[in-house]
């Protein structure tokens, strides 16, 4: 069992270009979730979806959007990327809520 | 949203056990609190859940006194692969966890 994957694991983009980061869950979870980590930082979140179909923002929204394609897959989406917006974005899923979250491996992204 | 402080780093020894406190002063009725460990390069790991009282699992356990305000995450006899950042998560289990805020974290330095 996969759990969340995410694709590409590495990133480096130039100022302006755009690029969409992808993430699918296996476990059939209804919510889905962007975070984004900076170096020493906690985790803050970008956008979430709490089923197929909704999308909310979250803490940091702006640069940024995301599709829930289907239940399995939430991609984030940069339009035009900024240096800001360098950092370790995680995806992550949650069921039952008494379980918590299921992050994925991380996308490492740097723009220049 | 019940804010939470946590000490920024502890450090310990091989085999003792380390204890980190959380103060969530303005916990409302329906939150849980929430442990989170996070290894360098990787995302987030649900390691414990509870409501009032004492919860244990093959990691840790976890104290919450009658009051709520705090929480106590217990690691016993910890081991170098323990070193890590641990993330204190308080929310409404019946609500959307995307609405949750993860903080900064304590990062927790185990020595031989």
């Known amino acids: 069992n996969a759990g969340v994957t995410q694709t590409p694991k590495f990133q480096v983009l130039k100022t302006g270009q755009s690029m969409t980061l992808q993430c699918a869950q296996d476990m059939n979870h209804n919510s889905m979730y962007w975070y984004r980590q900076d170096p020493g930082m906690g985790l803050r979140l970008i956008y979430y979806?709490?089923?197929?179909?909704?999308?909310d923002k979250g803490e940091v929204p702006n640069g940024y959007n995301v599709s829930r394609l289907n239940k399995r897959e939430f991609s984030l989406r940069l339009e035009s990327a900024a240096p800001s917006q360098t950092s370790v974005y995680f995806c992550?899923?949650?069921?039952?809520?008494?379980?918590?979250?299921?992050f994925g491996s991380g996308t490492r992204l740097t723009v220049v | 949203l019940a804010k939470t402080t946590q000490p920024i780093s502890m450090d310990s020894y091989e085999g003792q056990e380390v204890n980190i406190t959380c103060s969530h002063n303005?916990?409302?009725?329906?939150?849980?609190i929430t442990w989170y460990q996070q290894f360098p390069s990787q995302g987030p790991r649900f390691i414990i859940q509870g409501y009032k009282t004492k919860v244990t699992n093959e990691v840790a356990s976890l104290f919450i006194p009658a009051d709520r305000k705090s929480s106590t995450l217990s690691l016993p006899r910890v081991s170098l692969s323990d070193t890590a950042v641990y993330y204190c998560?308080?929310?409404?289990?019946?609500?959307?966890?995307?609405?949750?805020?993860f903080g900064a974290g304590t990062q927790v330095v185990v020595t031989p």
């Open positions: 992550a899923s949650s069921g039952r809520q008494d379980y918590g979250y299921t």
């Open positions: 998560l308080v929310g409404d289990i019946g609500d959307s966890w995307g609405k949750l805020q």
């Open positions: 303005n916990i409302a009725t329906n939150d849980y």
């Open positions: 979806s709490a089923s197929e179909g909704t999308t």
